[in-house]
């Protein structure tokens, strides 16, 4: 009989299918609890970590005149059949309200027993029954127990009457994950536009006083103008290609600005000059950060570097190199980790920058990184690539989760106190969501300027004012336009359309 020829492909994907079909029905099992490693892993855990507290039970039995100290604990742990009251001395097993002096009837203090718990328990409101169950719930009798001592405290008995008609302890039981319904926003509306500019605006900073913003564009200039009127106030020249990045300071009269030609420059205000060059840079610099309560700057370059810059002496304090292709994002924030850049090579890093030395490096995206936005209020950011928009949780880079279905390259990303993402794309739609929830509950594709062809039409940067009622928009039709949100809308004539994903979140 002929044997029929399969691929080695085939033969590895069958393979495959066997061994999940035969393993499917254990997936996620828990391997079993051996008792006596478990006993004995919790002896050890008693040992090393509550040996210094361990002398404060005494045991009020006939049995403990005669044993020493040390007996008498190992006995107490071992003897199931252990009723013994335990008596706790000098440390309190609560500590006394504020301003409690010490007497000779609140030096001692007995431990409450289980009767005690349950009606104390019935009589507690139920949000504070669970913070006391969570708060006793590792107690020294829960260690004897796992000791191998009675179970003293009967776990399941008692979260029953904690519930008290809460949820239960989430030790004892853990609830289904719900999708939170999202926080309604009112939509976003199109309020002014602003012409120009000669080339694409390629970014934008609000002043602190919110009074005027600065933007800079490819026709090499950076200009000034009224927030309030949308008014030109000031054009500085000196750049000698695009500008790619402007910030000011909220600290000194000084705006600092970088472009394609490998400049860094610092303008004081006061005299709309140039009053110093930051130089070290190899090719474009595309980004700069000011660090909010020191005086340095941050700037990225095309040449796979961040640079730390010392604004008054103009030294490069540290070169931030490990990034592979062009760093195109940089942020910083006053708590660690203090510079965070995103690159062309699909990676984050997060920079420790005392040290200059890369904290973590977060590689989840799949394609370029364009963008970083901090939230203000949260110690989490969201970085903008055209896989995804992700959020991440600080210090670490914790992956959140994924905001799917901006499907362009992502070129700018901001967000406000009121939960309100931003992110503005390559092909000029720009998606409003939820922070919190990732619901994008709204789309906006604002006309090119007339007389610019439709390609033209594209999102380089965003920018909520400070007062977070506007929102600046850089573009690629050399407009620059401001939204505010719309006044008339409702709950009812913008209602909700939540769909929740109850598939997994796909970090990737």
Same mark, same amino acid.
Not at 150 to 167: F, I, K, N, W, Y
Not at 396 to 411: K, R, T, V
Not at 423 to 432: E, P, Y
């Given at each position: 009989?002929?044997?029929?020829?399969?691929?080695?492909?085939t033969?590895?994907?069958?393979?495959?299918?066997?061994?999940?079909?035969?393993?499917?029905?254990?997936?996620?099992?828990? =391997?079993?609890?051996?008792?006596d490693?478990?006993?004995?892993?919790?002896?050890?855990? /008693?040992?090393?970590?509550?040996a210094?507290? @361990?002398?404060?039970?005494?045991?009020?039995?006939?049995?403990?005149?005669?044993?020493?100290a !040390?007996?008498?604990?190992?006995?107490?742990?071992?003897?199931? !059949?252990?009723?013994?009251?335990?008596? =706790?001395?000098?440390?309190?097993?609560?500590?006394?309200?504020?301003?409690?002096?010490?007497?000779?009837?609140?030096k001692?203090?007995?431990?409450?027993?289980?009767?005690g718990?349950?009606?104390?328990?019935?009589?507690?409101?139920?949000?504070?029954?669970?913070?006391e169950?969570?708060?006793?719930?590792?107690?020294?009798?829960?260690?004897?127990?796992h000791? !191998?001592?009675?179970?003293?405290?009967?776990?399941?008995?008692?979260?029953? /009457?904690?519930?008290?008609g809460?949820t239960?302890?989430s030790?004892l +039981?853990?609830?289904?994950p &719900?999708?939170?319904?999202?926080q309604?926003?009112p939509?976003w509306?199109?309020?002014?536009? =602003?012409?120009?500019?000669?080339?694409?605006?390629?970014?934008?900073?609000?002043?602190?006083?919110?009074?005027?913003?600065?933007?800079?564009?490819?026709?090499?200039?950076?200009?000034i103008?009224?927030?309030? #009127?949308?008014?030109?106030? @000031?054009?500085? &020249?000196?750049?000698?290609?695009?500008?790619r990045?402007?910030?000011?300071?909220?600290?000194?009269?000084?705006?600092?600005?970088?472009?394609?030609d490998?400049?860094?420059?610092c303008?004081?205000?006061e005299?709309?000059?140039?009053i110093?060059?930051?130089?070290?840079?190899?090719?474009?610099?595309?980004?700069?950060?000011?660090?909010?309560?020191?005086?340095v700057?941050?700037?990225?370059?095309?040449?796979?570097?961040?640079?730390?810059?010392?604004?008054?002496?103009?030294?490069?304090?540290?070169?931030?190199?490990?990034?592979?292709n062009?760093?195109?994002?940089?942020?910083c924030?006053?708590?660690?980790?203090?510079?965070?850049?995103? #690159?062309?090579?699909?990676?984050?890093?997060?920079w420790?920058?005392i040290?200059?030395?890369?904290?973590?490096? @977060?590689?989840?995206?799949?394609?370029?990184?364009?963008?970083?936005?901090l939230?203000?209020r949260?110690?989490?950011f969201?970085?903008?690539?055209?896989?995804n928009?992700?959020?991440?949780?600080?210090?670490?880079?914790?992956?959140?989760?994924? @905001?799917?279905?901006?499907?362009?390259?992502?070129?700018?990303?901001?967000?406000n106190?009121?939960?309100v993402?931003?992110?503005?794309?390559?092909?000029?739609?720009?998606? +409003?969501?939820?922070?919190? &929830?990732?619901?994008?509950?709204?789309?906006?594709?604002?006309?090119v300027?007339?007389?610019?062809l439709? #390609?033209?039409?594209?999102i380089?940067?965003?920018?909520?004012d400070?007062?977070?009622?506007?929102? =600046?928009?850089?573009?690629?039709?050399k &407009?620059?336009?401001?939204?505010?949100?719309?006044?008339t809308?409702?709950?009812e004539?913008h209602?909700?359309n939540?769909?929740?994903?109850?598939?997994?979140?796909?970090?990737f």
């Amino acid at each position: 009989m002929e044997v029929q020829k399969h691929s080695v492909h085939t033969l590895v994907f069958r393979s495959l299918k066997r061994t999940h079909d035969m393993f499917v029905s254990d997936h996620a099992k828990t =391997i079993a609890l051996d008792e006596d490693s478990h006993r004995l892993k919790m002896g050890v855990k /008693l040992k090393t970590e509550y040996a210094p507290v @361990l002398h404060m039970p005494v045991v009020k039995e006939g049995r403990a005149s005669q044993l020493s100290a !040390g007996q008498e604990l190992h006995q107490g742990y071992a003897h199931p !059949g252990d009723e013994a009251e335990y008596l =706790i001395t000098g440390t309190h097993a609560y500590p006394s309200g504020p301003g409690v002096a010490l007497t000779a009837d609140t030096k001692m203090h007995r431990n409450p027993s289980e009767g005690g718990v349950i009606s104390m328990a019935l009589a507690l409101p139920p949000s504070q029954v669970r913070q006391e169950a969570s708060r006793t719930a590792a107690s020294v009798a829960e260690i004897h127990r796992h000791a !191998g001592g009675a179970d003293r405290v009967h776990p399941q008995s008692t979260a029953s /009457l904690l519930e008290g008609g809460g949820t239960r302890n989430s030790a004892l +039981m853990r609830r289904a994950p &719900t999708m939170p319904k999202p926080q309604w926003h009112p939509p976003w509306k199109l309020f002014r536009v =602003i012409s120009g500019h000669l080339g694409w605006v390629r970014s934008i900073a609000v002043e602190p006083g919110n009074q005027w913003f600065v933007t800079g564009s490819a026709d090499r200039t950076i200009k000034i103008w009224d927030l309030a #009127s949308g008014k030109l106030k @000031l054009s500085l &020249t000196g750049h000698i290609s695009t500008v790619r990045g402007v910030a000011v300071s909220s600290r000194s009269p000084y705006l600092f600005s970088c472009g394609e030609d490998k400049q860094v420059k610092c303008w004081d205000l006061e005299y709309n000059k140039v009053i110093r060059h930051y130089h070290g840079h190899l090719s474009a610099v595309y980004d700069l950060d000011l660090h909010p309560t020191i005086d340095v700057l941050v700037t990225c370059s095309r040449d796979a570097s961040a640079r730390v810059w010392d604004i008054r002496t103009k030294a490069n304090v540290h070169t931030l190199t490990g990034h592979t292709n062009t760093v195109a994002t940089v942020r910083c924030q006053a708590t660690e980790p203090q510079i965070i850049t995103g #690159s062309h090579d699909s990676t984050i890093r997060l920079w420790d920058l005392i040290a200059g030395k890369t904290r973590a490096t @977060l590689t989840n995206h799949k394609k370029s990184v364009r963008t970083l936005v901090l939230h203000p209020r949260q110690y989490t950011f969201a970085s903008g690539s055209a896989d995804n928009i992700k959020q991440w949780m600080f210090p670490d880079g914790s992956f959140i989760q994924n @905001l799917s279905g901006h499907n362009a390259i992502i070129n700018t990303l901001a967000v406000n106190s009121d939960g309100v993402l931003v992110s503005g794309a390559d092909n000029g739609t720009m998606h +409003m969501w939820d922070w919190r &929830t990732g619901y994008n509950f709204q789309r906006i594709h604002a006309a090119v300027q007339p007389g610019s062809l439709d #390609s033209e039409s594209g999102i380089f940067a965003c920018m909520f004012d400070h007062s977070e009622s506007r929102l =600046i928009t850089a573009e690629a039709d050399k &407009t620059i336009k401001v939204y505010k949100e719309d006044d008339t809308a409702t709950e009812e004539s913008h209602p909700i359309n939540w769909k929740p994903e109850i598939l997994k979140r796909k970090r990737f």
